[in-house]
């Protein structure tokens, strides 16, 4: 089975409370342009994250308003940053990078707020139940001149989903994969 593939670059996932804070009170961020998922899009807004090392311009907030803030870079980012986050599901913060965010209005310095999203598929419980998935992790094949196997790519089921896989900007890179670009979905079983 084919699916399209998503790429996500670094962004960031805020709460109300650090949107007020960066931004300014009562603010409400700025729809640039919907994403493929349901109700999410990506804002005008722009913050900087910043570390003891180094920092990184211009990165992308993406609403809607979320309630935990999250950051998500890819390894390449974290080298820079000198940060080791840990690879992880959206939400799942708990251990995961300090990192300051530097926006118009103000900063912040969360303990646990960054991670390195795990790749993923996005797909409803009807469809995972009409494809006959008996699993929560599959595998990609990646075609092209660079192609090759992805393997531990987590299945997210939500009725409220875009089927389509996401990969940070090394996992593309690595496979010189474009965006909306098909992979086959591999089960191992």
Same mark, same amino acid.
């Given at each position: 089975?084919?699916?399209?593939?998503?790429i996500s670059n670094r962004h960031?996932?805020?709460k109300k409370e650090h949107l007020?804070?960066?931004?300014?009170?009562?603010?409400? #961020?700025?729809?640039?342009?919907? *994403?493929?998922?349901? $109700?999410?899009?990506?804002?005008? @807004?722009? !913050? &900087?994250?910043?570390?003891?090392?180094?920092?990184?311009?211009?990165?992308?907030?993406l609403g809607p308003i979320r309630?935990?803030?999250?950051?998500?870079?890819?390894?390449?980012?974290?080298?820079? #940053?000198?940060?080791?986050?840990? *690879?992880?599901?959206? $939400?799942?913060?708990?251990?995961? @990078?300090? !990192? &300051?965010?530097?926006?118009?209005?103000?900063?912040?310095?969360?303990?646990?707020?960054?991670?390195?999203?795990?790749?993923?598929?996005?797909?409803?419980?009807?469809?995972?139940?009409?494809?006959?998935?008996?699993?929560?992790?599959?595998?990609?094949?990646? $075609?092209?001149?660079?192609?090759?196997?992805?393997?531990?790519?987590?299945?997210?089921?939500?009725?409220?989903?875009?089927?389509?896989?996401?990969?940070?900007?090394?996992?593309?890179?690595?496979?010189?994969?474009?965006?909306?670009?098909?992979?086959?979905?591999?089960?191992?079983?």
């Amino acid at each position: 089975m084919n699916i399209n593939i998503g790429i996500s670059n670094r962004h960031v996932h805020l709460k109300k409370e650090h949107l007020d804070i960066l931004f300014g009170l009562d603010y409400n #961020l700025t729809h640039l342009k919907d *994403i493929n998922q349901p $109700g999410q899009f990506a804002c005008k @807004e722009k !913050v &900087t994250l910043k570390t003891d090392k180094d920092i990184i311009d211009n990165v992308r907030v993406l609403g809607p308003i979320r309630p935990y803030t999250q950051v998500e870079i890819s390894k390449t980012d974290a080298f820079k #940053l000198g940060l080791n986050p840990p *690879i992880r599901k959206s $939400g799942d913060l708990k251990g995961s @990078e300090s !990192v &300051t965010i530097i926006g118009p209005n103000g900063t912040l310095t969360l303990d646990e707020c960054c991670i390195i999203a795990d790749r993923h598929i996005h797909i409803t419980s009807n469809m995972y139940k009409e494809l006959g998935f008996e699993v929560n992790e599959v595998s990609l094949k990646i $075609g092209g001149s660079k192609g090759g196997i992805l393997d531990h790519v987590k299945l997210r089921v939500a009725d409220n989903s875009y089927f389509e896989a996401h990969l940070d900007t090394d996992d593309a890179n690595a496979f010189l994969i474009e965006p909306n670009d098909i992979a086959e979905i591999i089960i191992k079983k």
